[in-house]
């Protein structure tokens, strides 16, 4: 296998979580009796670009098809979360109902319904048929598409390039980065601005995120690696910060490398500095993390065990993509945990891959009252803790696993 951005063979390996059925891929009651597919769950790291990356074992194209079951709008710390980044991005770029937005892998909408609201022309693109759909219901103009260098010059043809181009949670699902951010550089505007937001491969691995890994994510990022990508693609990264969603995140601002209206800040020297003294500019930084993620699946098996044993009952709550990768990988069955809860109903009803666990509405949580609630979408708990706090009134608890096993 070679890097998907400087095409370095890659030798060192990251961390192995063995094979894994999609994290995404939910099955019906009847598909329960037929053969489940699983890919192999195994990242390694380039020694000359640090890019931390999967190979594509599932093609993107069929895990974000018209079954794709991650919907935005479900969180509303997210939602609260796209609404203020509207409010600053526009107030900072002084956007306008003669300016053009466009985001990349728009979802259902969470975000440019905001944007709407203040008559600011936007369009989606999103190529997942179901989230597409939910957003034109909200008045959204999307296309169903997979973004890349073709489909940018399209666009730019018709005029359609954008002042604003957003990717939130987008540039680590990308297996061509290189033909998707050279796309970005066609679709925007000589004077225009890219925003985009994705999980720091730094909190990954001091915070022992591992369950962040999946099919979906092909690449795990840092600042620098991210901005010699950008570079190499005439694109310059001019501000950067750091941002509380999915368990630590950096939200990166580019511009055209021949726009000199707007300076580098001295955040990005800093980022840079900071991930350089913490050694991300060297391997060592990225080998011991699979005695990481061992030491946490040994932990949440002995603590499932352990309740079995003496009676207690333990259910989950959020069948996020992370935290399927967590119970497949801990080998968790329905046996040590009863349920999951979800506030989708594109989920409820279903059953998580690999696991089986029944994905079903929280009044089961009422109705069963669990001793042990856990929190599989961590990086929400306390949003998570505040809607379920009723549990306190039959002595329940909840429990995370990562960064490891605590108990609130």
């Known amino acids: 296998m070679k890097c998907r951005f400087c095409q370095h063979e890659l030798q060192h390996e990251f961390i192995d979580l063995v094979n894994a059925p999609p994290s995404n891929s939910f099955l019906t009651k009847e598909q329960l009796n037929d053969p489940e597919v699983s890919y192999p769950l195994k990242l390694y790291s380039c020694d000359k670009c640090y890019l931390v990356q999967i190979d594509e074992y599932k093609k993107s194209s069929e895990i974000f098809d018209q079954d794709y079951a991650y919907f935005s709008s479900f969180s509303t710390s997210w939602l609260d979360h796209a609404r203020k980044y509207v409010d600053m ?105 890219v925003t985009m937001e994705f999980p720091h491969v730094m909190r990954l691995v001091e915070d022992n995120q591992f369950d962040t890994i999946y099919h979906e994510h092909f690449s795990y990022l840092s600042f620098h690696t991210v901005r010699r990508i950008f570079a190499e693609h005439g694109l310059v990264l001019f501000d950067v910060e750091a941002i509380a969603t999915h368990g630590g995140s950096l939200r990166i601002y580019a511009r055209h490398d021949n726009d000199d209206s707007k300076s580098v800040t001295p955040n990005v020297a800093e980022l840079l500095e900071k991930e350089a003294t913490r050694g991300m500019l060297t391997l060592d930084y990225y080998l011991g993390f699979q005695q990481k993620a061992d030491k946490v699946k040994y932990e949440l098996l002995l603590f499932l065990v352990e309740q079995k044993k003496t009676g207690k009952n333990v259910a989950a709550y959020g069948a996020a993509a992370k935290g399927n990768t967590l119970l497949n990988y801990c080998g968790v069955k329905k046996d040590l945990i009863e349920f999951v809860v979800d506030a989708s109903p594109y989920k409820q009803g279903m ?24 929190i599989l979408p961590w990086n929400i708990k306390d949003e998570i803790m505040e809607q379920l706090s009723y549990i306190r009134k039959w002595s329940g608890k909840f429990i995370i696993a990562i960064p490891r096993m605590k108990i609130f």
């Open 89 to 193: 991005i526009t107030d900072r770029l002084g956007l306008s109902a003669v300016s053009h937005v466009m985001e990349i892998a728009s979802n259902d909408g969470y975000l440019l319904q905001y944007f709407v609201q203040r008559h600011i022309p936007c369009l989606g693109i999103e190529p997942s048929a179901n989230t597409a759909q939910a957003a034109r219901e909200k008045g959204i103009d999307t296309l169903e598409e997979f973004f890349g260098v073709e489909f940018a010059t399209d666009l730019a043809q018709k005029g359609k390039k954008a002042d604003l181009i957003i990717g939130n949670n987008v540039l680590a699902h990308v297996p061509d980065i290189n033909d998707f951010v050279s796309g970005i550089k066609i679709a925007l505007k000589n004077n225009g601005v």
């Open 351 to 374: 059953f998580l891959p690999g696991s089986h666990i029944p994905v079903v509405k929280e009044d089961e949580i009422i109705r069963s009252k669990p001793d042990y609630v856990l």
